[in-house]
């Protein structure tokens, strides 16, 4: 039986994001937030947990995150994201403002806004940080690099692509390392022995996933996720493609009245011949 994909969203949100699992999500999230054994999580509870309905599944726009609340009132988001949209950043302050300006009713006092932490799991390179493959935004002062505004806003990213082009890994002694390779999809059964030999918090997730491989209607669901998520990159990549292409018919039509040649036009556009000649008898219409 193949293993289910641990970054699709769907089984994430099944394995991370439910009431009865969220002792997995604790576990992933001291990880991320690197909990000092004083003040690690233990306990939370698990925001908006919309039924997981087929339509939400085969919606190509749909985003299946994972909400979360703990003692203090500070919430928190992780989202997965396996295409790369190139606006993660401001997607990301968006939820983030959408999730704070939720935490008090109008005509409130502002002093009863809490901490929101978003994480943005990636299945991508994104920041342009080389080599650091988990990254933390806060809002500090400028030149004053000390000074904290205020500590209600934190933003994490976790790129997988980077991580796995990480050379030293130290599984053994880095949690959150350990928890990026139990995500892997290309990961061996030899390697997810060990990592479930070494840490019982990813031996937990697992089992879950196996029970969840093993459940027909779940899989069902797997698999109509997998589509819609499939499709949606296609969209995305189709829509890059026909913008680059619209910017270079725009390129040639200023070469052409230039009176570039034809060659020049191919060779720096990269459009066909006949679609260089197609546009310059339009334009001489």
Known sequence: MNRLKPLNDFVFKKVFGEEETKYNLIALLNAILSKKDTDKLVTLEIVENKELTPELIEDKTGIIDVRAKTADGTQLE?????????NMDKRTLWYWGEIYSEGIKKGEDYRNLTKVITINIVDF??????NKFHTTFHLWEDEVKDYMLTDVVEIHFIEMEKFRKLTNKNLKEDKLQRWLSFFREDISKEELKELMDMDVDIKKAEE??????SDPKTLELYKARE????????????????????????????????????????????LSVDTVMDLKKKMMH
């Open 78 to 86: 992780i989202e997965v994201q396996l295409t790369n949209q190139h």
């Open 208 to 213: 879950k996933m196996e029970y969840l491989s």
């Open 125 to 130: 390179e994104y920041i342009n940080i080389p």
């Open 227 to 270: 589509r819609s998520l499939h499709e949606r990159a296609n969209m995305i990549s189709s829509a890059r493609e026909e913008g680059a292409t619209e910017k270079a018919l725009r390129v040639a039509e200023k070469m052409l009245k230039r009176g570039d040649s034809i060659e020049d036009i191919v060779d720096i556009t990269e």
